[in-house]
């Protein structure tokens, strides 16, 4: 959560709206899109599918399946590696953010790999795409997070797949809001609720205006969301850290990372009709 935070920036946990949310992540991931790829960039790949800090690969995992063939929109999608790595394994990938920049270094890659992902401008919340479109929708670490509205998000998902399409996605492993965001020994005590599920909120000091907001769910609350919009829960991969992986990435370390989970995989197709 806080990987980015600047100093003129105070922290907060407090309520927030859609329309705070998306106003604060939209123009921060702006800003912050340059540092982004330069410090992770090598890490992901120009046209790699990294599902979290731990570094499984969606080569490993298999968390989509097989591609080929099929129509696939990445949520949240940046730079637009995974949906590149889905297009080089005979997929139509095709991407989706709110961060003009980071768009843009989709089109820089684009150029540099020879691999373009069709991209556009939008949000989880309001996909500008017709009813049943897809047959698979991903968000690696992207979009699900950050979104106050987050029923609307699962249901827009729900509405542009096609019957028995998949949604699957990453997130900060739940249990991981119990505790500070330090990749040391201190991120190790549990310092507040797992239940509390106020947002986390960074503040520019000097305007007032809510820069950055994060936003946390129970394992229990992803699951109900999913099963209310008609998806069937077929797997949750908890990654565990690997023992040669020393790279710090926020909060995420190797000291936290043997120990406790820090990313969750959610895999879940729509109903059949």
Same mark, same amino acid.
């Given at each position: 959560?806080?990987?980015?935070? %600047? ?21 921060? #991931? ?5 540092? &982004? ?6 890490? +992901? ?18 968390? +989509? ?18 949906? @590149?790595?889905? @297009? ?7 991407? +989706? ?17 020879? !691999? %373009? ?6 949000? *989880?919340?309001?996909?500008?795409? *017709? ?31 096609? %019957? ?18 330090? %990749? ?9 609720? &797992? #239940?509390?599920?106020?947002? &986390? ?8 205006? !809510? ?13 109900? +969301? ?10 949750? !991969?908890?990654?565990? #850290? ?6 710090? #990435? ?24």
């Amino acid at each position: 959560m806080e990987d980015h935070l %600047p100093q003129s920036v105070r922290v907060e946990r407090r309520p927030v709206t859609e329309h705070e949310s998306r106003h604060a992540n939209g123009p921060d #991931w702006d800003r912050y899109a340059d540092e &982004y790829q330069a410090t992770h960039g090598a890490f +992901l790949g120009d046209a790699g599918f990294v599902w979290g800090p731990e570094g499984h690969t969606e080569d490993e995992l298999g968390i +989509l399946g097989d591609v080929r063939d099929l129509d696939v929109l990445e949520v949240g999608s940046g730079a637009g590696q995974c949906s @590149r790595w889905v @297009r080089t394994r005979g997929g139509r990938g095709f991407g +989706l953010d709110l961060s003009h920049r980071q768009l843009q270094h989709s089109l820089r890659l684009d150029e540099e790999t020879g !691999v %373009p992902v069709p991209s556009v401008r939008g949000t *989880a919340t309001d996909l500008p795409f *017709a009813d049943g479109s897809f047959d698979v929708v991903f968000c690696s670490f992207g979009a699900l997070q950050f979104v106050s509205d987050i029923d609307v998000a699962v249901a827009e998902a729900a509405r542009v797949l096609r %019957p028995g399409g998949r949604f699957a996605f990453s997130v900060t492993h739940p249990t991981r809001w119990m505790f500070p965001d330090d %990749p040391g020994e201190a991120g190790l005590t549990a310092t507040q609720s &797992y #239940w509390d599920r106020t947002p &986390y909120v960074e503040v520019d000091d000097a305007t007032g205006v !809510v820069s950055y907001v994060e936003h946390h769910r129970t394992l229990g609350d992803w699951v109900r +969301l999913l099963h209310g919009h008609g998806f069937t829960l077929a797997d949750l !991969v908890e990654p565990e #850290w690997p023992e040669d992986h020393d790279r710090v #990435w926020g909060g995420w370390s190797r000291t936290r990372g043997l120990l406790t989970p820090g990313t969750a995989i959610f895999v879940a197709l729509a109903a059949t009709r």
